[in-house]
């Protein structure tokens, strides 16, 4: 048996692959493919295959994927051509034979007004359509959209964004990683949708209080229109495309998009998901 991990260069990826060893997957079965040979010889210490293929390159996927019972396909970073990439892999998995390909989706995908929704919903179509057995993982919000810019507003004293007062069912990339590693290290999942997010919602607000709290230092969270968030992320130098897709999120967030409360995560990893204030305090301590 072997299990591929895409994008495996990448917090979600390489995240996934320590999940699928701490599970106890021998490093034999576990290859990594990847567009960068440079990051991907950084894995082989890992004593992991590893095989290049860009998303954009139908042939390199296919031989990647040859001999793969399992493939944990991760959702790509590149607006306006992702959608091709997305049918790239999964043409590419089905044409190489693999028995099972776990998707990461974004939570709620069927009925999300999220700009990155279409994307995803287009993509867990598509492989619907190609009649590989598949598992869905929806994820709700990295919890490091929001812990990458705490040292930031702890400086500053505020947090901003376009929330207002919605609740996130963030959680960190480790636990949505454990949650696909449990899927691919055990049966039984084959056709199943997962809706994964942290097990206590928060609001942006609750987030500027906890940075409050672990730094001892006045935190507050001003809420801005969408347009006045955008160009406040380009300040903090978010490229344009990235700014409004994180606005967006804040949006989607304020209407309850990416709100959810299935329990499937923590049913997955086998333990309560991890809590905003202790990723907070874990970013403030680096
Ligand atoms: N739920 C959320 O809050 C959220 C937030 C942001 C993104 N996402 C989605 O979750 C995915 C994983 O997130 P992450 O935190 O691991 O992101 P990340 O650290 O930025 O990693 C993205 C990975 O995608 C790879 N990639 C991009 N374009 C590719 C291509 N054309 N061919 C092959 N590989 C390609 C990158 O390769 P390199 O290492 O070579 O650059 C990188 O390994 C993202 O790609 C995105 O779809 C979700």
Redesign the pocket.
């Known amino acids: 048996m072997s299990i591929a991990i895409?994008?495996?260069?990448?917090?979600?990826?390489?995240?996934a692959i320590d999940a699928l060893l701490r599970r106890g997957v021998p490093a034999h079965q576990i290859v990594a493919?990847?567009?960068?040979p440079e990051?991907l010889a950084e894995l082989s210490g890992l004593g992991i295959a590893t095989r290049v293929?860009?998303?954009?390159?139908p042939a390199a996927l296919k031989a990647a994927f040859a001999d793969v019972e399992k493939l944990l396909f991760?959702?790509?970073?590149?607006v306006g051509?992702?959608l091709q990439?997305h049918r790239n892999v999964v043409d590419a998995a089905a044409r190489a034979g693999v028995g099972l390909i776990a998707y990461?989706s974004?939570?709620k995908a069927d009925t999300s007004t999220l700009m990155?929704a279409p994307d995803h919903k287009a993509t867990e179509a598509y492989i619907r359509e190609s009649g590989l057995p598949f598992v869905f993982l929806r994820?709700?919000?990295?919890m490091?959209?929001y812990t990458d810019m705490a040292a930031a507003y702890v400086g500053t004293g505020e947090v901003l964004g376009a929330a207002g007062d919605g609740r996130v069912s963030?959680a960190t990339?480790a636990d949505?990683a454990d949650a696909a590693a449990a899927v691919l290290s055990t049966s039984g999942h084959e056709n199943t949708v997962y809706e994964l997010g942290g097990d206590t919602a928060f609001t942006v607000g609750e987030y500027a209080q906890a940075l409050s709290e672990s730094s001892n230092r006045d935190v507050v969270y001003r809420d801005l229109s969408k347009g006045d968030y955008v160009a406040a992320l380009g300040g903090f130098g978010f490229p344009a495309d990235l700014a409004e897709?994180f606005a967006d999120?804040d949006l989607g967030v304020a209407r309850g998009d990416l709100l959810i409360d299935s329990g499937d995560l923590g049913r997955l990893i086998g333990r309560p998901t991890a809590k905003m204030r202790d990723a907070v305090a874990d970013a403030l301590s680096v």
């Open positions: 895409t994008a495996a260069t990448g917090r979600y990826g390489r995240a493919v990847g567009r960068n990051k293929a860009d998303y954009g390159d991760v959702s790509g970073t590149e051509t992702r990439q990461t974004v939570v990155v994820n709700s919000w990295y490091a959209n963030a990339h949505y897709v999120g």
